[in-house]
């Protein structure tokens, strides 16, 4: 067994939450690039630039690229190898106020979520999901979801006989409500399957995987691409104000599910869609 103190934990995650926070990931660089190049509108492209732009700045002067630096989304692959010294939530939640508090991040969570809604100061507690797998490490990625992507995310509990014309058409009505609120172009995650819950878990899942590779199963990865092209057809555009490219990438993820449903769940992320990973 392998044995991993919580100090080691907590500087980890702290750096994470810089690190997402001060550096666009290279997947999405390279999609700005390109849909810079491919862009039709002019306001389009020169938005674009000014993201990419933003993008450089925020790294050259390590600064954060957006003042909504998030609520911490934690995901954790937890080796069976692995023995811990203290408590694992604690040791996250120690990195999320140590980077929080280092990295000059804004600290957007609040306690009470109806009635006081007084700040909790730190940024804590962040959402952590822990998975067992096998091995002898521990996988921590940590994603700062801001809520102006997040609050246009939805579920939808459609039925079988929904079908792909179902998923289709609450993709378009998701990406349409939401028009300029993510600041888009955006990254669009899509859990289908499980129950309310694992749809919504999986979309968020989703976000993470490189915008670069498309799902392993032939059916899904051609749906990916199908729904990333209705979505760039309704003309949303950057920042909303019009044009082609209204989102860089859909990647989904799905899992088995009752015979008489069809879960679906979309995560909408703003373009940044902010991640970084480390293995301990």
């Known amino acids: 067994m392998r044995v991993i103190n919580a100090s080691r934990i907590t500087d980890a995650v702290a750096k994470l939450a810089i690190e997402a926070n001060y550096y666009l990931p290279q997947d ?21 630039g000014q993201l990419l732009e933003n993008a450089d700045i925020a790294a050259q002067k390590a600064v954060p690229m957006c003042q909504d630096t998030g609520m911490a989304v934690v995901f954790v692959e937890l080796g069976r190898g692995v023995q811990l010294e203290d ?52 996988k921590i990625t940590l994603t700062p979801k801001g809520f102006g992507s997040e609050n246009m995310s939805a579920v939808k509990m459609l039925k079988p006989a929904d079908g792909l014309a179902g998923v289709r058409k609450f993709m378009v009505d998701t990406v349409l409500t939401a028009g300029g609120n993510p600041c888009p172009p955006i990254i669009v995650g899509m859990g289908i ?19 670069d590779c498309r799902n392993a199963n032939q059916d899904y990865a051609k749906l990916e691409e199908d729904l990333l092209e209705l979505v760039n057809l309704t003309g949303v555009g950057p920042q909303g104000l019009g044009g082609t490219t209204t989102a860089l ?32």
Request: proline share 3%; aromatic share 4%.
């Open 28 to 48: 999405v660089k390279r999609a700005l690039t390109e849909s810079q190049c491919q862009e039709q509108s002019q306001l389009g492209k020169e938005i674009l």
């Open 249 to 280: 990438a859909v990647n989904i993820e799905y899992y088995p599910t009752h015979i008489a449903g069809m879960p679906v769940a979309i995560n909408v992320s703003c373009h940044a869609t902010r991640h970084a990973e480390i293995v301990l």
């Open 87 to 138: 408590d694992l939530e604690a040791a996250i939640n120690a990195g999320i106020k140590k980077g929080y508090t280092e990295g000059y991040l804004r600290k957007s969570v609040v306690a009470d979520p109806l009635f006081q809604r007084k700040n909790t100061g730190d940024n804590t507690p962040a959402i952590i999901h822990i998975e067992s797998v096998v091995g002898d490490t521990l």
């Open 193 to 211: 399957g499980g129950t309310m819950e694992k749809a919504a878990l999986l979309a968020k899942k989703a976000l993470l995987r490189s915008i």
